[in-house]
């Protein structure tokens, strides 16, 4: 395969492999890394990619796939990730606090749960992987997975009950 059919072929999934990265890993410098590499594999390998009938789904897997192995390395922590909420438009400053207050809280309670429930949550819950893609980066099993993100749900409700309450006393 000569650069120009490369470039036809794979160039046109940039935006959506980079959007996959990003929402699997959570960091736009990262993502971009993970692409540029994917793009490097790819290239690599260019004279057995025309047997491939579908040049997105193969680039798709191989970019979920680098992320997962990513994401299990040593190398890549979920602590270098950082949670960005939305911004919370047409509120007051006071309800504005509230709910950043609301958000660090939660973001603490997640800090201290058990290492393996915290993994589970930040990629269920936060990046919205499926349960598929979460038992590729533990290596649980689908209801190891769903015992524990249970559990860790039913601590962050409690913990955080117990905040809010003890909260709405001190005001």
Known sequence: M?????????????????????????????????????????????????????????????????????????????????????????MSQADNFEVRDEAQQVRHIIAHLPVQ???????RDVKGCSYEEIEQVTGLNATNVRVLLSRARKKIREEFNKWSNYDSRGN
């Not at 120009?4 to 971009?32: G, M, T, V």
């Not at 993970?34 to 057995?48: N, P, S």
Request: one cysteine or more.
């Open 2 to 90: 000569d650069a120009e059919s490369f470039k036809k072929e794979f160039l046109p999934y940039h935006r959506k492999l980079y959007c996959i990265a990003y929402r699997l890993l959570e960091n736009a410098a990262d993502a971009e890394d993970l692409v540029q590499e994917a793009y490097l594999k790819l290239w690599d390998k260019r004279e057995g990619l025309a047997i491939i009938s579908n040049p997105e789904a193969f680039s798709v897997t191989l970019v979920k796939n680098m992320c997962f192995d990513l994401l299990r390395s040593g190398k890549y922590t979920l602590s270098r990730q950082s949670v960005e909420l939305a911004e919370v438009h047409n």
């Open 117 to 123: 429930q915290q993994k589970i949550v930040t990629l």
